[in-house]
């Protein structure tokens, strides 16, 4: 019995950690174009991108850099974790709009990130 009560509450202080140590950063998928197309964030921080697919298909976003991908379904929200990172570029596209939908993460030690939250 108590196996069971301790498992769920493990689970929720890691998440819940992880949710107090991250920003947020959102992004739009509109008309098959990701906004803003490029997101600054800091280095060696946690960070979580709200994706917003405003369209009314369904769009993959995929990163080979990120290695992430996750389907955004049409008129939803979807979260995404990413970090710590490295400075650098890190680019990311749509799967089914790959020659539209791109967009890329830029890491930089400095703190001129531009979380929405």
């Known amino acids: 019995m108590i196996k069971r009560l301790i498992r769920p509450y493990l689970y929720c ?14 992004i739009v998928l509109k008309d098959h174009l990701f906004y803003p197309a490029e997101i600054v964030v800091p280095a ?11 369209d009314s298909t369904p769009e993959e976003f ?13 008129k939803r929200k979807s979260v995404i974790y990413i970090g710590p990172l490295i400075p650098g570029r890190y680019e990311f596209f749509g799967e089914f709009s790959p020659n539209t939908a791109r967009g890329a993460v830029i890491v930089t030690e400095k703190e001129r990130s531009n979380a929405n939250y």
């Open 13 to 26: 202080c890691v998440f819940l950690s992880f949710n107090a140590a991250s920003k947020d950063y959102l």
């Open 44 to 54: 060696n921080k946690k960070v979580r991108l709200l994706i917003e697919n405003q």
């Open 62 to 74: 995929d990163s080979f850099d990120l290695n992430r991908e996750k389907v955004l379904y049409p």
